[in-house]
T-cell receptor, first 115, second 110 residues
Framework: KAGVTQTPRYLIKTRGQQVTLSCSPISGHRSVSWYQQTPGQGLQFLFEYFSETQRNKGNFPGRFSGRQFSNSRSEMNVSTLELGDSALYLC??????????????FGEGSWLTVV | QQPVQSPQAVILREGEDAVINCSSSKALYSVHWYRQKHGEAPVFLMILLKGGEQKGHDKISASFNEKKQQSSLYLTASQLSYSGTYFCGTANFGNEKLTFGTGTRLTIIP
């Protein structure tokens, strides 16, 4: 069974640009969540989706947005990039309707560098 | 509410035991433990649910103290492969988000 797939794996963007990251969950998983990981900050929660509906949102500015499609694939978008957005963005999927009571499977992440 | 992990870093010799703690300021519904090696995705180790149900990983155990609102991860007879950063994630009652701590870096030396 294929794991969580994230694309692209690495990308470099310039300040002010926007970026879209993609995540394909494990087949059959309908819950997807996104995390931002930076040194010293651990994993910061961004969004959580189930069946195309955003269930939860973290404390990030409106520049960060996401969505989930009918096939459970998810995308997140960051507009007007800032240097501080440089991070590893991790996507995770869960077999249940939520993450709090189920095992989470993480993808390898998308490394975003903003210059 | 981000859980607090301790210690932040620890270095052990192969064969020694390690304990990593995770504390929350609010009542816990569940605690998740993950290990991440450099450049890799976090990997599931253990999930503990209120009420005592535990879904885990062999050779690694954990406790869930509901009264103290904390969990501890126990690594016995550590192996070189145990090196990595350990994250706990907590979900509190009334808050369905899974929030992770800043991690504990474990280094096992021969």
């Amino acid at each position: 069974k294929a794991g969580v797939t994230q694309t692209p794996r690495y990308l470099i963007k310039t300040r002010g640009q926007q970026v879209t990251l993609s995540c394909s969950p494990i087949s059959g998983h309908r819950s997807v969540s996104w995390y931002q990981q930076t040194p010293g900050q651990g994993l910061q929660f961004l969004f959580e989706y189930f069946s195309e509906t955003q269930r939860n949102k973290g404390n990030f500015p409106g520049r960060f947005s996401g969505r989930q499609f009918s096939n459970s694939r998810s995308e997140m978008n960051v507009s007007t990039l800032e240097l501080g957005d440089s991070a590893l963005y991790l996507c995770a999927s869960s077999p249940g309707q939520d993450f709090i009571g189920n095992t989470i499977y993480f993808g390898e992440g998308s490394w975003l560098t903003v210059v | 509410q981000q859980p607090v992990q301790s210690p932040q870093a620890v270095i052990l010799r192969e064969g020694e035991d390690a304990v990593i703690n995770c504390s929350s300021s609010k009542a816990l519904y569940s605690v998740h433990w993950y290990r991440q090696k450099h450049g890799e995705a976090p990997v599931f180790l253990m999930i503990l649910l209120k009420g005592g149900e535990q879904k885990g990983h062999d050779k690694i155990s954990a406790s869930f103290n509901e009264k103290k609102q904390q969990s501890s991860l126990y690594l016995t007879a550590s192996q070189l492969s145990y090196s990595g950063t350990y994250f706990c994630g907590t979900a509190n009652f009334g808050n369905e988000k899974l929030t992770f701590g800043t991690g504990t870096r474990l280094t096992i030396i021969p």
